[in-house]
């Protein structure tokens, strides 16, 4: 009986944790793209952020949500410190717009 219940844990967890990733990983692509929207249309996106994105919806294609997620963070993470450096800035002189 032990044995059955101890099977029935293993196979249970690894399937569990395996849903949750993929769940997170797809909500954080989700946040990271909105975020990057908005910075476009603010006119003030990072250089690498839209590469980061496609990596990371290459990732979860790839069915590694473990980097698809870390990827997706570090996207929203620049799209949001843009987002912000738009605002902190808006009422300087911009030379080149």
């Known amino acids: 009986m032990k044995r059955i219940l101890l099977l029935l ?9 395996f849903a949750n990733d993929r769940e997170t990983a797809e909500q954080v692509i989700i946040e990271a793209k909105k975020s990057y929207k908005k910075a476009v249309k603010l006119n003030n996106v990072w250089r690498d952020t839209k590469k980061i994105l496609k990596k990371a919806d290459k990732a979860h294609k790839d069915k590694d949500y473990v980097k698809a997620t870390s990827l997706a ?19 300087n002189y911009r030379f080149l717009d």
Do not use: W
């Not at 844990?9 to 944790?17: D, E, K, S, V, W």
């Not at 963070?73 to 009422?91: G, R, T």
């Open 9 to 17: 844990i293993l196979l249970y967890l690894p399937h569990n944790a």
């Open 73 to 91: 963070k570090k996207a929203l993470n620049q799209a949001n410190m843009a987002i912000e450096q738009h605002n902190s800035q808006k009422d």
